[in-house]
């Protein structure tokens, strides 16, 4: 694990408790004294025979076939081999014998009782890793040419496309988690890395990939390789299209500078800005797509709990933007970009502002070409933007993301939803959405400001709301583990 600082170690617990839990559970026997990872039948008798033969020593070593272990231990001077395999639901048994989650607890019952072995388990038979300690960490050598990037496919669900991280989930494996991915840590999080940090990066570092990402008002994003100094990074370029207006120049350059100030793993990292051929803004990759796309015709393959996992993600980067007194005004379905589909980032701030240190909101001169559909009351008939109108904004992108990448208000023009909201009408329920995610989202939409939830407690909501789900799940499955192994 790497060497974090108390956030994002914070972050990670909280995004990430339920599944943490199942893995500490699941793979806790691999960090046992008593486990062998690669040991022979042969190996482990020489190993029992050898030393004091107390009756009861045991060990314990995957065998050959896939998710079948041996436990052997020594008795009356002989060494004897129990199969331990796992039935249909991944239960772990010897044969006859009680079944249990994790060979762990296996162990730990086997200890008390010997349920069909000759003799129970004493004496631990250890493995070198746990007498002669850990192996010395490897280092990534420097690069010194670029690596092209492959060509992306369009989203998460075509071709099993899944761009971070390259350990791919599968039945028996964990699936990965936002921590286990290079996006999680700012690239700067190596002090090495932060010596060179600056807002304006060099072009000889940087390669743009002729493939877009997507594209917008300003531009087009590509794809393309940042060199640092220790590493080569996957980034996102925004490429302002060939513009000799100041005002899209200044533009860009307000949205880097937002950027600039933040560092969350929940939110797109900026990495610099780069003027050369064109101006540029080079950002970490989140290569998934946006959620609503993703999520479009997918009510079958990502369960309810998976929905519930992103979005508290988001509002884990919302309530950091409360915390640092940002706005982001263009919070939506389609600025929340995938790393993978358990790992979920907002982007797009070319609309945010910093607030002063004592202001709560900020006021826009004048309406611009604004996202009426996921604004709140207030930010069209007063232009006051603040944490509060995220909430509103937060709601609709609920709305989005648990009716599967619908379109809100559908049959509305901008200006009608207004009316609508001002009647006291809010949108409904979508059909899969929980009860208990369609009172939240109701929350965000109270009229007043003022009475809405602010994101420090939508954020525990939509946490407590997840982790109730992952903990009713039962078996790995449930968690998104076998859905995911058969899409991504
Ligand atoms: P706009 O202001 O035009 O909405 P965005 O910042 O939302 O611009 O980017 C437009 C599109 O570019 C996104 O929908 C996404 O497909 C792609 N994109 C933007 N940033 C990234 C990124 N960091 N990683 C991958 N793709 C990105
Ligand atoms: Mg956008």
């Known amino acids: ?38 040991l022979t039948r042969e ?26 272990y041996a436990l052997s231990m020594i008795y009356g001077k002989t060494v004897y081999h129990y199969l331990i395999s796992q039935d249909k639901a991944g239960k772990y048994c010897i044969p006859e014998g009680t079944k249990f989650d994790t060979l762990w ?46 060509r992306r496919v369009d989203t998460l669900n075509s071709d099993g496309y899944t761009p ?36 304006f990066l060099k072009r000889e570092n940087l390669l743009v990939a002729d493939i877009e990402l997507g594209c917008g008002n300003f531009g087009s994003v590509r794809q393309g390789v940042y060199r640092m100094r220790k590493k080569q990074i996957d980034v996102a370029i925004k490429v302002l299209k060939h513009s000799t207006e100041k005002a899209d120049k200044d533009e860009m350059m307000r949205e880097a500078q937002i950027m600039h100030q933040l560092d969350n793993p929940y939110i797109v990292r900026l990495i610099g800005v780069c003027k050369a051929e064109a101006l540029m803004l080079v950002m970490e990759m ?67 502002k910093a607030l002063g240190a004592d202001d709560s909101y900020y006021t826009a001169r004048s309406a611009g070409k604004w996202p009426l559909k996921w604004y ?10 603040s944490s509060r109108s995220d909430v509103w904004s937060y709601g609709v992108t609920m709305w989005e993301a648990f009716s599967y990448g619908q379109k809100p208000y559908k049959k509305m023009k901008g200006p009608e939803v207004l009316d609508f909201i001002k009647q006291g009408k809010r949108m409904e329920c979508p059909p899969e959405c929980p009860p208990e995610m369609y009172a939240l989202m109701s929350d965000c939409w109270i009229y007043k400001w003022e009475d809405r939830p602010d994101f420090l407690t939508v954020e525990q909501r939509m946490r407590s709301y997840y982790y109730s789900l992952a903990s009713k799940a039962e078996g790995p499955s449930q968690c998104g583990q076998g859905v995911e192994a058969a899409s991504v």
């Open 1 to 38: 694990m790497p060497d974090w600082k108390g956030d994002a170690l914070e972050q990670a617990i909280i995004s990430q408790a339920p599944q943490v839990e199942k893995l500490i559970a699941t793979t806790a026997h691999e960090r046992m004294p008593w486990y062998h990872s690669s």
């Open 43 to 68: 190996e482990a008798e020489r190993k029992l025979y050898s030393g004091a033969q107390t009756d009861g020593k045991f060990l314990l070593r995957p065998r050959k076939e896939q998710g079948t």
């Open 105 to 150: 607890q296996l162990v730990e019952y086997l200890k008390l009782k010997a349920d069909g072995l000759i003799y129970c388990l004493k004496e631990v038979c250890p493995n070198s890793a746990s007498t002669a300690g850990a192996a010395a960490p490897t280092l990534p050598a420097h690069p010194s040419t670029f690596t092209q990037p492959q």
């Open 164 to 199: 971070e991280p390259a350990r791919l989930a599968s039945p028996d494996k964990p699936r990965p988690m936002p921590m286990d991915t290079s996006v999680y840590e700012s690239p700067y999080s190596d002090p090495e890395e932060l010596k060179d940090k600056k807002l």
């Open 286 to 352: 989140a290569g998934g797509g946006p959620l609503h796309k993703f999520l479009l015709g997918k009510k079958e393959e990502v369960p309810v709990s998976n929905v519930a996992e992103l979005l508290h993600q988001v509002s884990m980067g919302m309530k950091y933007l409360e915390e640092k007194n940002f706005v982001h005004r263009d919070l939506a379905a389609r600025n929340v970009l995938l790393v993978n589909r358990h790992y979920a980032k907002i982007s797009d701030f070319g609309l945010s």
């Open 376 to 385: 709140a009351p207030e930010c069209i008939n007063f232009r006051k933007f």
